[in-house]
């Protein structure tokens, strides 16, 4: 079983929209989140980054951090062409020897069609 | 402020060959980091470089090597190239925090 779990998709919706992406951990040492959104040939470039249980809002998008069910969300509102793109996300430990290393998920596949 | 700069952009190579892929930041961060990412396997550490001076193992390290030139620049080698490491390279910086930041990426192709 994998440390990250986040569902490869492909993901399509309409332009306006509400996106639900999601990522399932097994590791309770993970204090750290973030998601990165990687557009096709591209390098993954930071979105969000939050420590520990709650909410982060930037924007149109929302990151949740449920740490008691080992479970992350990304929400999209009034989704764009966009924000076609891969969307990843990352988790990492606090301090000791995994300071700085990040655990990713495979990426989920969004596409947003006018 | 060019952030991660990674050379060359695209590469192709027979099996055998050797090549050394670049990586260099202006963002005085400490570490550095190597990746590849390919379909369905997201993105998996090669080796890293928490500070100037060391290097340590990754997810993926087998037929690779690294070199940590100094605090801005991080190259990874292969020294005999393989069709399984075709791939697309990822280098990346974190400063005082877990965040990375990633380079634009070279895409490698071994025949």
């Known amino acids: 079983q994998k440390e990250v779990e986040q569902d490869p998709g492909p993901l399509s919706v309409p332009e306006g929209a509400i996106v639900s992406l999601n990522c399932t951990y097994s590791?309770?040492?993970?204090?750290?989140f973030m998601w990165y959104r990687q557009y096709s040939r591209k390098g993954p470039e930071l979105l969000m980054y939050?420590?520990?249980?709650g909410n982060k809002e930037d924007g149109r998008f929302t990151a949740q951090v449920d740490k008691s069910s080992k479970y992350i969300s990304l929400f999209i509102r009034d989704s764009q062409p966009s924000d076609s793109a891969t969307y990843l996300c990352?988790?990492?430990?606090?301090?000791?020897?995994?300071?700085?290393?990040?655990?990713f998920g495979q990426g989920t596949i969004l596409t947003v069609h006018p | 402020n060019a952030g991660v700069t990674q050379t060359p952009k695209f590469q192709v190579l027979k099996t055998g060959q050797s090549m050394t892929l670049q990586c260099a930041q202006d963002m005085n961060h400490n570490s550095m980091y190597w990746y590849r990412q390919d379909p369905g396997m997201g993105l998996r550490l090669i080796y890293y470089?928490?500070?100037?001076?060391?290097?340590d193992k990754g997810e993926v390290p087998n037929g690779y090597n690294v070199s940590r030139l100094n605090k801005r620049e991080f190259s990874l080698r292969l020294e005999s190239a393989a069709p399984s490491q075709t791939s697309v390279y990822f280098c990346?910086?974190?400063?005082?925090?877990?965040?990375?930041?990633f380079g634009p990426g070279t895409r490698l192709t071994v025949l």
């Open positions: 590791n309770s040492a993970f204090q750290y």
């Open positions: 990352a988790m990492s430990a606090a301090g000791g020897t995994s300071y700085g290393k990040l655990t």
């Open positions: 990346a910086t974190s400063g005082v925090t877990d965040t990375q930041y």
């Open positions: 939050t420590y520990s249980s």
């Open positions: 470089s928490a500070s100037e001076g060391t290097t």
